[in-house]
């Protein structure tokens, strides 16, 4: 058991050599682990951000797609209310005339009352010109009726619109199913 000390003692530096050369074997072996292990996890990580890349991507087209859909719908909306409004305007010229009609009616209506009253001048006068004022009256609260049923079709033409963008944007804003 001396001799083995001895030849150890003796020997002390190829000892420590190989405990040298064996640790650094381990190390060696740890470092290529630790690059493996960093290997793969740089792997992990670019498939991870490719995965969220793509799904990036395909919910950028989706909002697109319903970013065109919105707005083509809208366009839409838009449109019909351009021709309802074309509608009202074109309407409001053939209400004028028909007011303008009925206007001219009470007239000859009153000029009628007028010229038959001149028999007996003092009553029938009174009647005449009675006759005249119902016959402006009633021609002015024809116009009224006219402009105030444009007017309303004109709001109703307006709140349609609003509520078809109103319903449309609540579309675009709707959770995806």
């Given at each position: 058991?001396?001799?083995?000390?001895?030849?150890?003692?003796?020997?002390?530096?190829?000892?420590?050599?190989?405990?040298?050369?064996?640790?650094?074997?381990?190390?060696?072996?740890?470092?290529?682990?630790?690059?493996?292990?960093?290997?793969?996890?740089?792997?992990?990580?670019?498939?991870?951000?490719s995965d969220r890349n793509r799904a990036a991507l395909r919910e950028a087209e989706r909002v697109a797609g319903l970013q065109l859909t919105h707005a083509a719908q809208q366009q839409e909306i838009v449109d019909?209310?351009?021709?309802?409004?074309?509608?009202?305007?074109?309407?409001?010229?053939?209400?004028?005339?028909?007011?303008?009609?009925?206007?001219?009616?009470?007239?000859?209506?009153?000029?009628?009352?007028?010229?038959?009253?001149?028999?007996?001048?003092?009553?029938?006068?009174?009647?005449?010109?009675?006759?005249?004022?119902?016959?402006?009256?009633?021609?002015?609260?024809?116009?009224?009726?006219?402009?105030?049923?444009?007017?309303?079709?004109?709001?109703?033409?307006?709140?349609?619109?609003?509520?078809?963008?109103?319903?449309?944007?609540?579309?675009?804003?709707?959770?995806?199913?």
């Amino acid at each position: 058991m001396m001799t083995a000390l001895r030849l150890v003692l003796a020997n002390w530096q190829l000892a420590v050599i190989a405990a040298l050369l064996a640790l650094l074997g381990l190390q060696t072996i740890r470092v290529a682990e630790g690059k493996t292990a960093l290997a793969e996890e740089h792997q992990a990580r670019a498939t991870e951000t490719s995965d969220r890349n793509r799904a990036a991507l395909r919910e950028a087209e989706r909002v697109a797609g319903l970013q065109l859909t919105h707005a083509a719908q809208q366009q839409e909306i838009v449109d019909v209310y351009t021709r309802i409004v074309q509608t009202l305007e074109a309407g409001r010229a053939d209400d004028a005339a028909r007011a303008d009609r009925l206007s001219r009616q009470f007239a000859a209506s009153a000029a009628r009352d007028r010229q038959a009253a001149r028999s007996d001048p003092v009553a029938c006068e009174r009647v005449a010109d009675r006759s005249e004022v119902l016959a402006g009256a009633a021609a002015e609260g024809g116009q009224l009726l006219i402009e105030a049923r444009r007017a309303l079709e004109g709001r109703d033409a307006e709140v349609a619109l609003l509520l078809g963008l109103v319903e449309n944007d609540r579309a675009l804003l709707a959770p995806s199913k």
